[in-house]
């Protein structure tokens, strides 16, 4: 069974990724910048052939951040649909049920399993989902996912989580609440990221050591295979470094027609 407890960083001088300023996610722009002139994104290396997936985002990641990953899979000739977390700022087990709905209905509308990719915290419902109901699900990919330990980020995301769960707490309706980090409320969530993983379901971390957001550690579920890329946190949705590790996964995958 997977444990929680994080790798050791290894033998290297470098700071502590807690450490790390966040002014360090400003290479996204350059990253988003050189996407689009990019090869990978004029003449994808990839026919998908249609292939269905569901995109799955994070905290604080809706539709218009994933944009640039769906409006790429469409040019490479998949057929991806966003799942509804709203913003992934409410209840983790209520969103997690989301998406396992989601991909459960998405597959059956297509008559064939789909490929998931979840991005950072949408990569822990996208694992807890497969986990609960794996039959839907052709693969598995996550993107800079915490996966071993849900508080292995940056303190000003900690921060964020916790005011979100004051909030909450509070009465503001659609917001996570302190039970759903610490409680009961989530958790069937925090257990379904600890539990064997469905060995029939292919699964890939893909994550990045130069990670300023996310402990690139948490990413290394014991259950999945691992994929280093040079890459922001955010850049995980947004660069060519990303888009070529996902094509080169995805081409396992793509059906035969």
């Not at 996912?145 to 292995?152: C, D, H, K």
């Amino acid at each position: 069974m997977p444990t929680t407890a994080l790798a050791p960083a290894g033998p290297n001088n470098r700071k502590p990724w807690d450490s790390l300023p966040l002014w360090q996610e400003i290479r996204t722009f350059t990253e988003l910048g050189t996407l689009t002139s990019h090869p990978v994104w004029t003449d994808p290396p990839l026919d998908a052939a249609g292939l269905p997936v569901v995109l799955v985002g994070g905290l604080s990641v809706g539709p218009r951040m994933l944009n640039p990953l769906r409006t790429w899979l469409e040019r490479a000739n998949c057929r991806p649909i966003i799942a509804p977390t709203r913003y992934g700022v409410g209840c983790g087990e209520a969103t997690a049920q989301c998406v396992q709905t989601t991909i459960r209905r998405y597959a059956d509308r297509v008559g064939e399993p789909v490929v998931v990719i979840g991005y950072s915290r949408g990569g822990q419902f996208s694992r807890a989902s497969t986990v609960r109901d794996p039959e839907p699900v052709r693969a598995l990919i996550t993107l800079a996912s915490p996966l071993r330990s849900i508080f292995a980020v940056h303190p000003i995301l900690k921060a964020k989580a916790s005011a979100l769960g004051m909030a909450g707490t509070l009465g503001v309706p659609g917001l996570m609440r302190f039970s759903c980090l610490w409680g009961a409320c989530c958790r069937s969530l925090r257990q379904d990221l600890r539990a064997p993983f469905p060995a029939e379901v292919p699964f890939v971390s893909i994550y990045s050591e130069q990670d300023t957001m996310v402990d690139w550690r948490s990413c290394l579920d014991t259950e999945a295979r691992h994929r280093h890329i040079s890459a922001s946190h955010l850049g995980m949705i947004a660069s060519p470094q990303a888009f070529l590790a996902i094509a080169e996964e995805l081409s396992a995958f793509v059906p035969s027609r």
